[in-house]
């Protein structure tokens, strides 16, 4: 059975040999009291599609596309048998807009935006590897910089539309069913140990610093 009120949000790009990248993160509608329906599921993509369409091309160069947008319901591990799950998408199938400058990074090269829980577990940390930078220009030693090159600039618009998505954001994000969810962390095992598995997320924060996605080098995401 799925859990109640709560839905993950997959974004699916690829980049130009065509490797997959894909970002993960949760929802939640505290005062639900029975899993998202296609309904809620289409609403929630639907709400979202403008906000990721406008940003999530503004990270990826060009011959990247961005794919897709899936809100699925989650399982509830505890539950046996499995049953299955709701998922509803969208397809896109928008080129990236961002000019590689200077010599290409490997794609491994990414920044890193942590969901900071209002709950203090490691049970409830998360985060989203973001598209590969792929441009020498974004990067000054260790750390990602501004300037001509784009990449750090539009992460940084990326995690503040997202923000809006905050329970305690002043301008919450827009839309007929999004409204009535907020960002979130989501746990299995607190899970199977029948304990809260969901905590609000209180912060979105961008880590300046650059970090190396090892398994983007094998070919997964």
Known sequence: ???NGL????ILATDPIGQTTSNTFHVVDESASSPPDLGHLQGIVNDLTTMIGNTWPLMLVTGSTLQSVTARQVRDVTVVPKEDILEYSHAFGTAGGRTVTGNQLPRQVCALMQFRSTVASRRFRSHNFLPPSFSEASVSGDMF??????YWSQCQGWRAN????????????????ITNYSLCSFSNAAQRLHIPSVALTSALVLSPNVRWLRSRARGTT
Do not use: D, N, Y
């Open 1 to 3: 059975m799925p859990i």
């Open 7 to 10: 839905a993950s949000i997959q």
């Open 145 to 150: 910089v501004g300037g001509s090159e784009s």
């Open 162 to 177: 997202l923000a809006t998505g905050l329970a305690s954001a002043a301008t919450r994000w827009s839309g007929s069913t």
